[in-house]
């Protein structure tokens, strides 16, 4: 019976609410559908209606005092039948508007969604009965477009997070029925509904505006991955239906709505979810999507002549590009670029369309991607339509130009920078509108002011894509636009520079197009003089070479240019950066030294000119290694045809004998043997080639003193006659230099202008020596100056000095008349030079006179005037002495002979860095010049051992460079340090990113001094605002935890946020070695250890101990994570010392060992913790005796001999172990020894134990180990 009256119950709602229905339906089709009387009851019946569906739902709905409402009743079936017939009379009436507003009052997600199924079916019927016109679609669009944007669009602020994932089902529901009506229509229709067009117009725009939800969901992963999701679902079956719809007959209406939804797809939908789902875990295929697009796209003819066709979607699409890693993906953005922009034919287009910039962008991303395999096919295409488009830029650049220059409004519609522009008139999914505003200020600022004002903080990965394609673009721009090349293309290659140095990672991204560049200007004819020297200039710049990816592209493409049959001018250009390209990657010396060897024997001129030029700036810049080999190719130019060549071989002679990698008399004895020439006679060299004879001047003032000897008594014999004499061949070359000087005057061959020129040079050489070098002795000329006689034994020395006296005297009487013919012409800077080198010679001269005809009082302390030669006599140290010194010496054998590289330079660095009282303090550049010849050698090691021995080595070497900033004057303190920064900053990106380690080495050893505190916040700095910069997570970590110690000095806030992020590092790499973190943590313990010897009250003191508890915490942990327990004892530990609680009553393993695959972590975390002893110890001396007992418990061969001595010495210092506990653990530890079979690996553990635990025992001990 109780089943009877539900069934009753139900039907009669059911036939009164299909009754109310038909009414309603009849009366507005029906006569009196006009008839004001049955438009109130129509809508008295659709106002009460609503009441009743909120009514109904009541029926089902739990009742407060937790009973079922609908027991009594079928409620369900009655809810049901409203919400059926409702829906009928909502859809299709413009005068209902109640689809969102019963979505919105019930309450129920499971009426909700009932509700969006039964519109869904209602809409069906309705547009399958109404025909399809247009006023009945708007009618139904509006209906169920109200509908859609209550359930999907509306703030999700303001929906309770229990609600979210109920929204989210109901969203995807009235997102499929949306899709599956429009899908039917289409495929039962052969034209297109105006219900569907507007549809897919409206879902395009829609999507758009629901994917700005991820601002709301974004703290919480979970719900902005469910939007990402629903995104994809939209954007997949909407591409669906544009392909589906644009294969029908179309009107130029439903062709322009079409064409919208194309646009918001491109413009706003494709790089937001591209944006979106990089910040996410979350991948999506989008290149399906891409050709779904693509193949619409090809469909509609019209498509050029709508909104999309613009640089704001090129730049979009471009950056989407570059920001894709999948070739497919790739592959799909460039079809969807070129269906855009390949269809710009007709030249009307050009009016509307900034086409120019568009052809620049498709170059660029054509020369970008023609580099791989799979998308070359794609990047020829691209090229070829962004060539073809930019070779428009002149006659619109030109009708510009014009129209401004014949008095009419000026049209700068097209000019780059308002092509710039014009990329902000819609908003983009990422803020580079900003970055292009910069760029456009930087390239029309002739100071270029602005270039680097916007790299104070890192751009998004978006957001330098979107730099880089502004860049290239405009780069190709100026090459293919003659008008623009004048300035737009070193503008251009000047903005590159800046972006490579803020992001150098994209240099071989940027190098592709710059070849190309070269490769376009090269086939012009003729060929760009301007550009080529341009970028040849560029790809020799350090933002490219300091990229390993493309300093190779780099030199594979110059390279072949420098072989013959290449052109003159170009292969001899190439030659002349290749010291630059040396300057910037040294790892390419070696190649470039073969080029030049090659060139240098070239048949052609020009080629063996830039050749020996070249090899005259790499001796300048001190970059040629081995000159053993180099020295025959000079030898073999001395004689050359070409006096250029002559000249650059002299001056390469030159540099070398100035940085002292040849010896200055065996070079002028070379030359005299080669060019059968003697310096004594100086009319050998007065029929010489200016630039000949110059470069020999030159070299001529490199000259110096007889070196010491190891005999104590001539030492003291020179002493007495005012130290060493010069070489013989100095003396010769100073006579040489004298005797030109005189006669070149009255040598007829050379013009008034050329003597100059040789005179400046020999005033500049003779000024560089010192009075004794030149042959001035102040006693004999003072003699001399007393006597009307001059005797025979005085008198070379007394002519010497009326021979200066009168190539000076010449010299003033030369400026003169120079004075006088610059006032004709514009030589007014070699007047200059030859003034500011005869001025030098007379200060020489006076400061000698000075001395002679002085106060003799003072005579001895100022004698005369040391040249650069003969200075450094005053701080010499004898070879007995440095003989005295072997560890250096042997440190250097091991060095040059070890296997290792890496273990070698460690070695040669802790050599560098050991403090001997005994030698005074070295000074700091040349510690840094020494260190930096070997730090690119150093290479992450596969062992922990290896890598400890590395980073102490570098700490050891960086104190000792503190040393000596300490050393050194007051004044200069600052200065020197700076500079130690800046070189330390240039090995982490040159050679190694060891360099890191060295800068927070550096920034650790240093103490607090006032002046020094701005180099310190900038090394922090550089270490933490750059996480990027580091190729590896160890050096990350361990710079990160020397930082950390750094500040933890001051007690830092930060400090602890930096330890948090080393923790959670460090428990990501679970199962795998990080011993860069080990090890960091070490050096932090230590740090920090100074302040935690004693058990005082100082918050300070206690807060370090606290972090010190923390670090050895994280640090014993890994040791659990290494190890197989049965128990959580190891956990329990780490615990107690975490809180500095008592470890007596904790139970110990019995047994430990090492998990599968981790050897090597549990090595390292050995080592770490062997170095926290002390700290430990200082916290308490119980826990660092269990820490101690449970390394024990591990086996020989795990590492836990790096550990004993640590372990041993402490205990011992603190009382908790004797002399006796060590001799046990020697007999121990020699019966493992012994026991052990002769190749067994394991025997290594033991034996460097028993090696370290020798050194804390007695001397029989040591003897009988």
Same mark, same amino acid.
């Given at each position: 019976?109780?089943?009877?009256?539900?069934?009753?119950?139900?039907?009669?709602?059911?036939?009164?609410?299909?009754?109310?229905?038909?009414?309603?339906?009849?009366?507005?089709?029906?006569?009196?559908?006009?008839?004001?009387?049955?438009?109130?009851?129509?809508?008295?019946?659709?106002?009460?209606?609503?009441?009743?569906?909120?009514?109904?739902?009541?029926?089902?709905?739990?009742?407060?005092?937790?009973?079922?409402?609908?027991?009594?009743?079928?409620?369900?079936?009655?809810?049901?039948?409203?919400?059926?017939?409702?829906?009928?009379?909502?859809?299709?009436?413009?005068?209902?508007?109640?689809?969102?507003?019963?979505?919105?009052?019930?309450?129920?997600?499971?009426?909700?969604?009932?509700?969006?199924?039964?519109?869904?079916?209602?809409?069906?019927?309705?547009?399958?009965?109404?025909?399809?016109?247009?006023?009945?679609?708007?009618?139904?669009?509006?209906?169920?477009?109200?509908? +859609?944007?209550?359930?999907?669009?509306?703030?999700?602020?303001?929906?309770?997070?229990?609600?979210?994932?109920?929204?989210?089902?109901?969203?995807?529901?009235?997102?499929?029925?949306?899709?599956?009506?429009?899908?039917?229509?289409?495929?039962?229709?052969?034209?297109?509904?105006?219900?569907?067009?507007?549809?897919?117009?409206?879902?395009?725009?829609?999507?758009?505006?629901?994917?700005?939800?991820?601002?709301?969901?974004?703290?919480?992963?979970?719900?902005?991955?469910?939007?990402?999701?629903?995104?994809?679902?939209?954007?997949?079956?909407?591409?669906?239906?544009?392909?589906?719809?644009?294969?029908?007959?179309?009107?130029?209406?439903?062709?322009?709505?079409?064409?919208?939804?194309?646009?918001?797809?491109?413009?706003?939908?494709?790089?937001?979810?591209?944006?979106?789902?990089?910040?996410?875990?979350?991948?999506?295929?989008?290149?399906?999507?891409?050709?779904?697009?693509?193949?619409?796209?090809?469909?509609?003819?019209?498509?050029?002549?709508?909104?999309?066709?613009?640089?704001?979607?090129?730049?979009?699409?471009?950056?989407?590009?570059?920001?894709?890693?999948?070739?497919?993906?790739?592959?799909?953005?460039?079809?969807?670029?070129?269906?855009?922009?390949?269809?710009?034919?007709?030249?009307?287009?050009?009016?509307?369309?900034?086409?120019?910039?568009?052809?620049?962008?498709?170059?660029?991303?054509?020369?970008?991607?023609?580099?791989?395999?799979?998308?070359?096919?794609?990047?020829?295409?691209?090229?070829?339509?962004?060539?073809?488009?930019?070779?428009?830029?002149?006659?619109?650049?030109?009708?510009?130009?014009?129209?401004?220059?014949?008095?009419?409004?000026?049209?700068?519609?097209?000019?780059?920078?308002?092509?710039?522009?014009?990329?902000?008139?819609?908003?983009?999914?990422?803020?580079?509108?900003?970055?292009?505003?910069?760029?456009?200020?930087?390239?029309?600022?002739?100071?270029?002011?602005?270039?680097?004002?916007?790299?104070?903080?890192?751009?998004?990965?978006?957001?330098?894509?979107?730099?880089?394609?502004?860049?290239?673009?405009? %780069?190709?721009?100026?090459?293919?636009?003659?008008?623009?090349?004048?300035?737009?293309?070193?503008?251009?290659?000047?903005?590159?520079?800046?972006?490579?140095?803020?992001?150098?990672?994209?240099?071989?991204?940027?190098?592709?197009?710059?070849?190309?560049?070269?490769?376009?200007?090269?086939?012009?004819?003729?060929?760009?003089?301007?550009?080529?020297?341009?970028?040849?200039? +560029?790809?020799?710049?350090?933002?490219?070479?300091?990229?390993?990816?493309?300093?190779?592209?780099?030199?594979?493409?110059?390279?072949?240019?420098?072989?013959?049959?290449?052109?003159?001018?170009?292969?001899?250009?190439?030659?002349?950066?290749?010291?630059?390209?040396?300057?910037?990657?040294?790892?390419?010396?070696?190649?470039?030294?073969?080029?030049?060897?090659?060139?240098?024997?070239?048949?052609?001129?020009?080629?063996?000119?830039?050749?020996?030029?070249?090899?005259?700036?790499?001796?300048?810049?001190?970059?040629?290694?081995?000159?053993?080999?180099?020295?025959?190719?000079?030898?073999?130019?001395?004689?050359?045809?070409?006096?250029?060549?002559?000249?650059?071989?002299?001056?390469?002679?030159?540099?070398?004998?100035?940085?002292?990698?040849?010896?200055?008399?065996?070079?002028?004895?070379?030359?005299?043997?080669?060019?059968?020439?003697? %310096?004594?006679?100086?009319?050998?060299?007065?029929?010489?080639?200016?630039?000949?004879?110059?470069?020999?001047?030159?070299?001529?003032?490199?000259?110096?003193?007889?070196?010491?000897?190891?005999?104590?008594?001539?030492?003291?014999?020179?002493?007495?006659?005012?130290?060493?004499?010069?070489?013989?061949?100095?003396?010769?070359?100073?006579?040489?230099?004298?005797?030109?000087?005189?006669?070149?005057?009255?040598?007829?061959?050379?013009?008034?202008?050329?003597?100059?020129?040789?005179?400046?040079?020999?005033?500049?050489?003779?000024?560089?020596?010192?009075?004794?070098?030149?042959?001035?002795?102040?006693?004999?000329?003072?003699?001399?100056?007393?006597?009307?006689?001059?005797?025979?034994?005085?008198?070379?020395?007394?002519?010497?000095?009326?021979?200066?006296?009168?190539?000076?005297?010449?010299?003033?009487?030369?400026?003169?008349?120079?004075?006088?013919?610059?006032?004709?012409?514009?030589?007014?800077?070699?007047?200059?030079?030859?003034?500011?080198?005869?001025?030098?010679?007379?200060?020489?001269?006076?400061?000698?006179?000075?001395?002679?005809?002085?106060?003799?009082?003072?005579?001895?302390?100022?004698?005369?005037?040391?040249?650069?030669?003969?200075?450094?006599?005053?701080?010499?140290?004898?070879?007995?002495?440095?003989?005295?010194?072997?560890?250096?010496?042997?440190?250097?054998?091991?060095?040059?002979?070890?296997?290792?590289?890496?273990?070698?330079?460690?070695?040669?660095?802790?050599?560098?860095?050991?403090?001997?009282?005994?030698?005074?303090?070295?000074?700091?550049?040349?510690?840094?010049?020494?260190?930096?010849?070997?730090?690119?050698?150093?290479?992450?090691?596969?062992?922990?051992?290896?890598?400890?021995?590395?980073?102490?080595?570098?700490?050891?070497?960086?104190?000792?460079?503190?040393?000596?900033?300490?050393?050194?004057?007051?004044?200069?303190?600052?200065? %020197?340090?700076?500079?130690?920064?800046?070189?330390?900053?240039?090995?982490?990106?040159?050679?190694?990113?060891?360099?890191?380690?060295?800068?927070?080495?550096?920034?650790?050893?240093?103490?607090?001094?006032?002046?020094?505190?701005?180099?310190?916040?900038?090394?922090?700095?550089?270490?933490?605002?750059?996480?990027?910069?580091?190729?590896?997570?160890?050096?990350?970590?361990?710079?990160?935890?020397?930082?950390?110690?750094?500040?933890?000095?001051?007690?830092?806030?930060?400090?602890?946020?930096?330890?948090?992020?080393?923790?959670?590092?460090?428990?990501?790499?679970?199962?795998?070695?990080?011993?860069?973190?080990?090890?960091?943590?070490?050096? +932090?313990?230590?740090?920090?250890?100074?302040?935690?010897?004693?058990?005082?009250?100082?918050?300070?003191?206690?807060?370090?101990?606290?972090?010190?508890?923390?670090?050895?915490?994280?640090?014993?942990?890994?040791?659990?994570?290494?190890?197989?327990?049965?128990?959580?004892?190891?956990?329990?530990?780490?615990?107690?010392?975490?809180?500095?609680?008592?470890?007596?009553?904790?139970?110990?393993?019995?047994?430990?060992?090492?998990?599968?695959?981790?050897?090597?972590?549990?090595?390292?975390?050995?080592?770490?913790?062997?170095?926290?002893?002390?700290?430990?110890?200082?916290?308490?001396?119980?826990?660092?005796?269990?820490?101690?007992?449970?390394?024990?418990?591990?086996?020989?061969?795990?590492?836990?001999?790096?550990?004993?001595?640590?372990?041993?010495?402490?205990?011992?210092?603190?009382?908790?172990?004797?002399?006796?506990?060590?001799?046990?653990?020697?007999?121990?530890?020699?019966?493992?020894?012994?026991?052990?079979?002769?190749?067994?690996?394991?025997?290594?553990?033991?034996?460097?134990?028993?090696?370290?635990?020798?050194?804390?025992?007695?001397?029989?001990?040591?003897?009988?180990?």
């Amino acid at each position: 019976h109780h089943q009877t009256s539900k069934t009753t119950y139900a039907s009669a709602a059911n036939a009164f609410f299909s009754y109310l229905a038909e009414y309603v339906l009849a009366n507005n089709n029906g006569e009196d559908s006009n008839d004001s009387t049955a438009q109130e009851k129509r809508y008295q019946i659709r106002s009460k209606w609503l009441q009743w569906c909120v009514r109904c739902e009541e029926l089902i709905s739990p009742a407060d005092d937790g009973s079922s409402a609908n027991s009594n009743g079928g409620g369900r079936s009655v809810l049901i039948s409203c919400l059926k017939n409702y829906s009928s009379i909502c859809v299709g009436n413009s005068s209902s508007g109640g689809c969102d507003m019963v979505y919105r009052s019930l309450k129920s997600s499971t009426s909700r969604k009932y509700w969006i199924r039964s519109i869904a079916s209602a809409l069906e019927l309705a547009i399958t009965t109404s025909g399809g016109g247009l006023e009945e679609s708007n009618v139904l669009f509006q209906d169920f477009h109200s509908l +859609f944007e209550a359930c999907t669009l509306q703030a999700r602020g303001k929906i309770q997070f229990h609600d979210l994932l109920a929204h989210n089902e109901e969203s995807r529901l009235i997102l499929n029925e949306s899709l599956r009506i429009c899908t039917m229509n289409l495929h039962n229709d052969r034209s297109v509904c105006q219900f569907t067009i507007k549809m897919i117009e409206y879902l395009a725009v829609s999507l758009a505006s629901y994917l700005d939800q991820l601002v709301y969901a974004s703290t919480n992963p979970h719900e902005s991955v469910a939007v990402l999701e629903l995104s994809y679902e939209w954007l997949r079956g909407l591409s669906d239906l544009i392909r589906s719809a644009s294969a029908k007959e179309l009107d130029e209406d439903n062709t322009k709505s079409l064409t919208k939804a194309i646009d918001a797809i491109i413009v706003a939908i494709l790089p937001q979810l591209s944006s979106s789902t990089s910040s996410f875990m979350v991948a999506f295929e989008m290149t399906s999507i891409c050709a779904t697009i693509a193949s619409a796209i090809n469909t509609l003819g019209q498509y050029s002549t709508f909104t999309t066709a613009k640089s704001a979607a090129a730049m979009r699409l471009g950056t989407l590009a570059l920001s894709l890693e999948s070739d497919r993906e790739i592959k799909g953005v460039c079809d969807l670029l070129l269906g855009v922009f390949s269809c710009f034919t007709d030249d009307a287009a050009l009016v509307d369309n900034d086409v120019t910039f568009v052809g620049g962008i498709l170059y660029a991303l054509g020369c970008v991607f023609s580099s791989r395999p799979n998308c070359a096919k794609k990047a020829l295409m691209m090229k070829k339509v962004g060539q073809k488009l930019i070779k428009r830029i002149p006659t619109i650049i030109a009708s510009s130009i014009s129209s401004s220059s014949s008095g009419e409004e000026k049209s700068e519609r097209l000019h780059l920078i308002d092509l710039l522009a014009s990329l902000k008139s819609e908003p983009p999914s990422t803020n580079y509108q900003h970055l292009i505003e910069v760029i456009s200020e930087a390239i029309s600022d002739s100071d270029q002011t602005n270039l680097h004002s916007w790299r104070r903080r890192p751009l998004a990965l978006e957001d330098q894509c979107s730099g880089l394609l502004v860049g290239l673009a405009f %780069l190709h721009m100026s090459v293919m636009s003659p008008i623009l090349t004048e300035h737009g293309y070193q503008r251009t290659l000047a903005f590159l520079t800046s972006f490579l140095e803020c992001y150098p990672r994209a240099a071989s991204r940027v190098l592709p197009s710059v070849l190309d560049t070269v490769r376009m200007s090269s086939q012009q004819s003729p060929p760009l003089p301007q550009i080529l020297s341009t970028s040849f200039a +560029f790809i020799a710049s350090k933002p490219i070479l300091s990229d390993p990816h493309s300093a190779h592209l780099a030199w594979t493409y110059l390279s072949p240019l420098t072989n013959d049959g290449v052109p003159s001018a170009t292969r001899a250009s190439i030659i002349r950066i290749l010291p630059q390209m040396c300057l910037n990657n040294k790892k390419l010396f070696r190649r470039i030294r073969d080029v030049i060897g090659k060139s240098m024997v070239s048949t052609d001129p020009m080629v063996r000119i830039a050749a020996t030029a070249t090899l005259s700036d790499m001796a300048k810049l001190d970059l040629l290694r081995d000159v053993e080999g180099i020295v025959s190719w000079i030898q073999g130019r001395l004689n050359d045809e070409e006096s250029t060549v002559t000249r650059f071989a002299l001056s390469a002679l030159r540099y070398l004998v100035q940085n002292e990698e040849l010896d200055f008399d065996l070079v002028v004895r070379v030359l005299e043997k080669r060019l059968g020439t003697d %310096l004594g006679v100086v009319d050998d060299f007065l029929g010489w080639d200016i630039l000949a004879l110059e470069s020999l001047v030159e070299l001529l003032s490199e000259g110096g003193l007889e070196e010491d000897d190891d005999d104590e008594s001539h030492d003291e014999e020179d002493e007495e006659e005012g130290g060493p004499a010069p070489t013989a061949k100095t003396v010769k070359a100073v006579t040489l230099l004298i005797e030109l000087a005189l006669n070149i005057s009255s040598e007829e061959r050379y013009d008034f202008s050329t003597q100059s020129r040789i005179l400046s040079k020999i005033y500049q050489s003779l000024a560089n020596y010192s009075a004794l070098i030149l042959g001035l002795d102040p006693e004999s000329i003072r003699t001399c100056a007393d006597l009307t006689s001059i005797p025979e034994d005085l008198r070379g020395d007394w002519e010497r000095y009326v021979e200066l006296k009168t190539i000076v005297q010449s010299g003033m009487s030369l400026v003169t008349r120079m004075e006088d013919d610059t006032k004709n012409d514009d030589s007014g800077s070699t007047t200059a030079e030859f003034s500011i080198n005869l001025v030098a010679m007379m200060q020489l001269l006076l400061s000698f006179e000075e001395v002679t005809f002085g106060s003799f009082v003072f005579r001895k302390g100022s004698s005369s005037s040391k040249g650069k030669n003969e200075g450094a006599q005053q701080h010499r140290v004898s070879k007995a002495v440095i003989s005295a010194l072997p560890e250096i010496s042997a440190i250097r054998s091991m060095y040059e002979s070890d296997e290792s590289v890496s273990a070698r330079v460690a070695a040669y660095f802790y050599a560098l860095g050991v403090e001997d009282d005994n030698d005074p303090i070295p000074q700091t550049s040349a510690l840094l010049a020494e260190m930096t010849e070997c730090i690119s050698y150093f290479a992450p090691p596969a062992d922990p051992p290896s890598y400890a021995m590395q980073v102490f080595s570098i700490t050891n070497a960086m104190s000792a460079v503190f040393r000596s900033i300490q050393n050194a004057d007051e004044n200069c303190r600052e200065e %020197l340090f700076e500079t130690a920064v800046d070189q330390l900053e240039e090995w982490a990106t040159e050679f190694s990113e060891y360099g890191y380690i060295a800068l927070s080495a550096l920034a650790l050893a240093t103490d607090d001094s006032p002046q020094l505190y701005s180099g310190i916040s900038r090394v922090q700095n550089i270490i933490l605002d750059g996480s990027g910069m580091f190729e590896t997570e160890d050096v990350k970590l361990l710079c990160t935890c020397m930082v950390a110690a750094r500040l933890s000095q001051t007690t830092d806030a930060r400090v602890v946020d930096l330890l948090d992020s080393v923790e959670k590092s460090i428990e990501r790499h679970n199962g795998q070695s990080c011993f860069g973190g080990y090890l960091g943590l070490a050096i +932090f313990v230590q740090s920090v250890a100074r302040k935690i010897r004693s058990h005082g009250s100082d918050p300070s003191e206690d807060w370090c101990r606290e972090q010190a508890r923390r670090c050895i915490c994280i640090l014993v942990k890994s040791l659990n994570n290494c190890t197989l327990t049965d128990d959580e004892s190891i956990l329990e530990l780490a615990s107690c010392i975490e809180t500095g609680k008592s470890s007596d009553t904790l139970p110990l393993p019995s047994e430990l060992t090492a998990k599968d695959g981790a050897a090597q972590k549990l090595i390292g975390v050995i080592i770490a913790l062997s170095h926290c002893f002390p700290a430990l110890a200082g916290v308490s001396a119980d826990l660092l005796k269990s820490v101690v007992a449970v390394i024990d418990k591990l086996p020989w061969g795990s590492g836990k001999g790096f550990a004993t001595h640590a372990a041993y010495k402490t205990l011992i210092d603190a009382g908790m172990y004797s002399m006796d506990d060590l001799s046990g653990a020697i007999a121990n530890t020699v019966a493992r020894v012994q026991g052990f079979d002769s190749d067994c690996i394991d025997l290594l553990d033991p034996l460097f134990s028993l090696a370290s635990l020798c050194r804390l025992s007695s001397g029989k001990v040591k003897e009988e180990l």
